[in-house]
């Protein structure tokens, strides 16, 4: 295997970037056997997974996937033909709907007593708008002007969701003025941090956000600071408590799963254009595995860069775990490509 990793990237079949090649190509076939991925966390790659007539399901930028407790795959697309596509667990189409949401970005599901619902954040009408499972608008969260924090709406681009077991729900403000609005179940705001900056209580692209349960008893927010190479940990109140440094990797949304954090890295090492790969942290919050990424290597306690090994990804913007621990991943400005499936091994 490495002799042909070795091969691959010498000769430049690594560098082509699978999702801009047509017919199966000598680089496809090897990564469709290929394993990827480090220690206890390797994957085989499915580059068929999910695709689709591109003229009657196109797809712009995959967003974000969640799985809801039928065990089916939805994808939030910014492609107003159909922005939710609705798949079951091997790729087949089962369902889609969705014309209103051309900024669709942000995408997560909450089970409130027995019943599932989606919170879909949208940069381009800079609002949340909270769905059932078949697109029926419930609420809309629209630009917090009573915060004090804005002026106008085209200030607030919200980018991601995290709904507490209370309902409360929080909205990072991740391409505009970097806050994080916090309501209560009802819509009304309860609090406001953040904000841009380069403290360690602001943020510097504050793109995803979940709720960190993994100590019942102490749940915390994880929050990304995207161009910072960090993962913010804050109480539920929003007092600032500590960074989990990531260097070379311009992180995604955090995905609990188990004891483990799933993270879509968009862009690596300098940020260069069509450098992503994929990032798991365990219980500690070490990197342990980067499926299309450098070997995870601590010294002295502190994580060394990382970038991009293999061209399997050009930009991951999210993914998706189901119970067998296989990876969905969607992905921002990757040729309207459909996601990419890793199979745990």
Known sequence: MMRRRKFLEQSGWATLGVAALGSMS??????QDAVIGHGSHKYKVDLNWGKLNSKQFP??????????AKGRIILLTNHTQNNILIYDRSGKLLDSWGTEYPGGHGLTLHDENGEEFLYICDNNRHEVIKTTLDGKVIQVFPFPKESGKYEKKEAYIPTETAIASNGDIYVADGYGSQYITHYDAKGRIKNIFG????EAHH???????????????????LITARQQNKLKRFSMDGEYLDSIDLPGAYICRPVIHNNHVYLATIWSGDGSEGTGFVSILDANNKLISAPGGSVPTYENGSLNPMHQTLKIFRHPHDVCIDDDENIYVAQWNSYATYPIKLSRV
């Open 195 to 198: 904000g841009k900056g380069e």
């Open 59 to 68: 797809v712009k930028d995959c967003h974000e996937m969640v799985q809801d």
């Open 26 to 31: 000598f680089s496809e076939k090897w990564l």
């Open 203 to 221: 943020f510097n692209n504050a793109h995803g956000i979940c709720i960190d349960d993994r100590d019942p008893s102490n749940p915390i927010l």
